[in-house]
T-cell receptor, first 112, second 112 residues
Framework: QKEVEQDPGPLSVPEGAIVSLNCTYS??????FMWYRQYSRKGPELLMY????GNKEDGRFTAQVDKSSKYISLFIRDSQPSDSATYLC????????????FGAGTTVTVRA | DADVTQTPRNRITKTGKRIMLECSQT?????MYWYRQDPGLGLRLIYY???????NKGEISDGYSVSRQAQAKFSLSLESAIPNQTALYFC???????????FGPGTRLLVL
């Protein structure tokens, strides 16, 4: 079993819909949780960062972490065609020198 | 100019050839990483370096070697390329003690 599980999709939604992405993990030591966005033929770029449990909102993006369930989520409100990309969850812990463990990535297409 | 650059961006080589992928950064970070990305498998760590004199194997180091020529330069070599090393390769950097990594644009490698 992988340390971080993420449904690869693909996910196709109409413009304006809410996109819901999630990852589960098995390592209870993870403290830092990130979502990276990767456009086609580009490198991943950091989208959201959360420390420990809780919610974080940034514009149309909301990241949630539930450490008790080992489950993290990313919500995109009012999705736009420009949100079409692959979204990767990543997590790390200080005990592992902050090395990142990644999910497989979910490919999202927002239809105009 | 990009903070993390990779050369070449695309490379086609033949089985058995030795090739080198190069990464340079201007972020002033001490830590550098090499990943490969395959469809459905996400990003997997090949090697990482926390400073010029520190080199560590990641989860899939077999068939690869690295060199940290300076704080800003980290090269990945495939000693004798094989077709299953066909993948997208990313270099990333981070600042020691911080969990966020910054990625280069990637090198698309095809081994025939």
């Amino acid at each position: 079993q992988k340390e971080v599980e993420q449904d690869p999709g693909p996910l196709s939604v109409p413009e304006g819909a809410i996109v819901s992405l999630n990852c589960t993990y098995s390592n209870s030591a993870f403290q830092y949780f990130m979502w990276y966005r990767q456009y086609s033929r580009k490198g991943p770029e950091l989208l959201m960062y959360t420390y420990s449990s809780g919610n974080k909102e940034d514009g149309r993006f909301t990241a949630q972490v539930d450490k008790s369930s080992k489950y993290i989520s990313l919500f995109i409100r009012d999705s736009q065609p420009s949100d079409s990309a692959t979204y990767l969850c990543a997590m790390s812990s200080r005990s592992n020198d902050y090395k990142l463990s990644f999910g497989a990535g979910t490919t999202v297409t927002v239809r105009a | 100019d990009a903070d993390v650059t990779q050369t070449p961006r695309n490379r086609i080589t033949k089985t058995g050839k030795r090739i080198m992928l190069e990464c340079s950064q201007t972020k002033g970070h001490d830590r550098m990483y090499w990943y490969r990305q395959d469809p459905g498998l996400g990003l997997r760590l090949i090697y990482y370096s926390f400073d010029v004199k520190d080199i560590n194997k990641g989860e899939i180091s077999d068939g690869y070697s690295v060199s940290r020529q300076a704080q800003a330069k980290f090269s990945l070599s495939l000693e004798s390329a094989i077709p299953n090393q066909t993948a997208l390769y990313f270099c990333a950097t981070s600042k020691g003690g911080y969990e966020t990594q910054y990625f280069g644009p990637g090198t698309r490698l095809l081994v025939l």
